[in-house]
Each structure stands twice: as C-alpha cells, then as structure tokens.
C-alpha cells in the first residue's frame, strides 16, 4: 500500500493552526497580567525587573532541553546548526524592557480600563509595518475583521474609562507602550523569521531586558524587595507563568502566523482580564462590554478566517 505524505500545503495549513492555538492560549494567559501587576506590592519597574528575573530559571532549563534536542536532529540529518539570529533578539530585549517600564508604570498610575484602552493601538502598528517590513498584505475583508475586533476591544474599555488630570500621565505611559509593544513583536517575527526557535527568543530576551529595569528600578529609587512572603506570589505568577507561558506562546505564534493576525488575537487580554474581574472580584459588566466582548471574538474569529496571505518575502524558517 502506498504512503500518503502531507502535502507542503497541509503541512503550513497545520502549523498555521498551530499558531492560532497558541495564540490564543498566550492572550488568554496574558490578560491577567494588569491584575497581577495591580496586587503587588513594589512599585512598576521592580515588579518588570521580577518579573523577567524569577522567569530565567525555567527559561534556562527550556533552553538546555531544546539545545541537546536540537543537537540530535543535527546529528541525525548531518545538518551544521544555523547562526543565531542576535540583533532582532538583543533588540527585542531592550524594547520589551521599554513596553513594561511603560506598561507596568501606566498601570500603576491610571485605571486598568484606560491603560488597555490605549494600549490597543498596538494591531494598528504592527499591521503598517508589517506590511512594509516583511511584505504581508493586508485583505480587505480581513481589514474589516480587524476593525471590528478593535472596535469591541474599545467597547470593552470604554465604559470603565475616566478621564481625570491626575491620571494623564498614566495615560500617556499607556498609549506609548502601543508602540514599544509593536517594536517588540516586530523583532521578535525578525528573529523568528531568522529561524532562532522560541526559546532562544525567549531566553536571550529576557537576559537583555532583566539588567535593563534592575538599573531603571535603581534609578527611580523603588524598593526591590517585597514586604513580606505573600508579595513574591504575584511576582512569581508574572514571571512563571504570564512571561514563560503568555510571551513565550506569542513568540511562538509568530514564527507560524502573520505579525497583523497575531497583534489582532492578542486583543482577546482585555476580554480575559474583564472576565476574571467579573468572576475573581464580582465587577459588573454593562450591556456596552459585553457587546465589546463579543465583537472581539467575533472580529478575532473572522481575521483568522481571512488571515492575510504569507508574505512575498518567502517562507518562514522558524523553529518551534
């Protein structure tokens, strides 16, 4: 009897979804991350510094599995390891440590509501440069499923919104962690693209970004040790488990789908995270956000139905 191979098709049809999977699970993980930051005790920048610190440990062991297992597949298919993509992921570092001195500061300032609200700009960037760095098009029905989802996300925000002069400069840290947060995923798609595997984006990241805010929280002034025990649980559930699991599910994603479908699947944090208020801490949700809600998955479904064709550029060489 004959064997039936996948087809090259099949086979990036598989990984897409994949990603997808991925994704999702990653954004779910990554909305309880404003909780978490809310419930320590430090101040934004020693909670960044922790929260990349107390990760590498695991990240580490990850790498050392990956690398012995990579060393067998070579060794297999006498294949001679490919370079390291460093500069996207040194870059990727030093912009991640950039988006949570922002992020974690916005947070801390203004309400959770606004801070998620402005950094929902983020699909709007990576969806232009994307275009112009790696040549993925953007369809018009997926340009429509995106907007939607962007509309719900603002829906979602806006009822618990509050303008107030002494919330403004939270607010500004919010909107330009939109940025910072879109440079990061750009560099992180680069060195994905570069065939660097998750875990080596992950690892040397977090390495370059760790130093980073130890000498931003040095710098400021902030305490770096938490009062009492009960303080290292929020701390070790953002580095464990938001920067290892969320992150490293993004960067997963990355190397399988495109930067604009990714960015638009992470707006599914601000529909975990009202939906862990609404459970955890019995917040009221109005008709407006459930409304949000709903346009957020629904225009998240649809993008990845008419996800953007793969770019022009050629075909991703990204490991798991």
């Given at each position: ?5 996948a ?5 990036d049809?598989r ?17 309880f ?30 790498l ?11 060794a ?35 309400t959770a ?9 983020t ?22 499923a ?28 919010s909107?330009?962690?939109s940025v ?17 595997a ?9 390495v ?101 064709p ?5 075909p ?5």
């Amino acid at each position: 009897m004959a064997q039936i191979s996948a087809t090259p098709a099949s086979d990036d049809a598989r990984s897409a979804a994949i990603g997808l999977v991925a994704l999702f699970c990653a954004a779910s993980i990554l909305g309880f991350a404003p909780i978490l930051v809310k419930a320590s005790d430090l101040g934004p920048q020693a909670i960044g510094f922790w929260r990349m610190t107390l990760s590498l440990p695991l990240l580490a062991v990850w790498l050392w599995f990956d690398m012995h297992r990579a060393k067998r597949r070579e060794a297999r298919v006498d294949e001679s390891p490919r370079p390291l993509a460093w500069r996207p992921i040194l870059l990727a570092g030093a912009l991640f440590a950039g988006d949570l001195a922002f992020w974690h500061t916005g947070i801390k300032i203004t309400t959770a509501a606004n801070a998620t609200l402005l950094a929902n700009l983020t699909p709007i960037i990576v969806a232009v440069a994307a275009f112009f760095m790696f040549g993925e098009k953007i369809t018009r029905p997926f340009l429509v499923a995106g907007a939607l989802a962007l509309l719900g996300a603002v829906l979602l925000s806006v009822a618990n919104v509050q303008f107030a002069p002494e919330r403004i400069t939270g607010d500004i840290f919010s909107a330009l962690t939109s940025v910072w947060y879109a440079a990061y995923l750009l560099a992180i798609r680069a060195a994905r693209r570069a065939g660097a595997a998750t875990v080596q984006v992950m690892f040397w990241s977090t390495v370059v970004a760790s130093p980073i805010l130890l000498l931003v929280t040095l710098g400021v002034g902030e305490t770096l040790m938490p009062a009492t025990m009960m303080g290292w649980v929020p701390l070790l559930l953002l580095g464990l488990v938001v920067h290892v699991g969320g992150q490293g599910g993004i960067a997963f994603g990355l190397g399988r789908t495109p930067a604009a479908l990714a960015t638009l699947i992470i707006l599914i944090q601000p529909v975990v995270a009202a939906a862990a208020g609404w459970v955890l801490f019995d917040e009221a949700l109005v008709p407006i956000q459930w409304l949000g809600a709903g346009l957020v998955l629904a225009g998240v479904y649809a993008a990845q139905r008419f996800r953007p064709p793969a770019s022009t550029s050629g075909p991703d060489k990204a490991k798991p």
